[in-house]
């Protein structure tokens, strides 16, 4: 007759179970991770094992640990935006959404961590957030502030150039559109 079970997880003794009920929850673990399980009878002369189960693996949870991305403002008009995966996943990431002042600009597949954003305005300030999915949920970044590049002068028109006197000119520089 058996007189007590305990069951194995990972090598650890996780939890005993009654010989009338012959089910336990296991809890405390983490999201999308995999284990192995051991079933041990024990009778009053002594204990057998099973062989280990075949490897399960918890449900995915929510993506959590995302730090906001990293922006290089590459011109007066263009930024790279770069980021890396949450730190803890818990799950297959899917995708990344990349904001731009709130508003969604970019769905990326799971292997980019890099999006280049152009047609900015010159000399202006723009937030940058990115969002992780994986099936379970999302989770967003923190915003990163950047300000593109000043830009060059455009529409200039050539000096006006009149003679001051017979050793000298008089110069008026036009205002740049």
Excluded: K
Aim: hydrophobic share 35%; glycine share 4%; with cysteine.
């Amino acid at each position: 007759e058996i007189v007590l079970y305990r069951i194995y997880i990972d090598s650890s003794t996780t939890a005993i179970v009654q010989t009338n009920i012959l089910s336990a929850h296991i809890s405390g673990l983490s999201p999308f991770s995999t284990h192995f399980f051991i079933l041990e009878a024990c009778t009053r002369v002594g204990c057998s094992h099973s062989t280990a189960s075949s490897t399960v693996r918890t449900l995915p949870a929510a993506p959590q640990g995302f730090n906001g991305p990293t922006v290089f403002p590459l011109s007066s008009e263009t930024v790279n935006v770069v980021w890396s995966a949450p730190t803890s996943p818990n799950g297959i990431i899917s995708s990344y959404i990349v904001y731009r002042n709130s508003s969604p600009i970019a769905t990326l597949p799971a292997s980019s961590t890099v999006f280049m954003d152009f047609n900015l305005t010159a000399h202006t300030g723009y937030s940058y957030r990115v969002e992780a999915t994986n099936q379970a949920g999302s989770v967003t970044s923190s915003e990163t502030v950047v300000q593109t590049a000043q830009d060059t002068p455009e529409g200039l028109l050539p000096p006006m150039v009149t003679p001051w006197n017979s050793t000298a000119f008089s110069v008026i520089v036009p205002t740049p559109n």
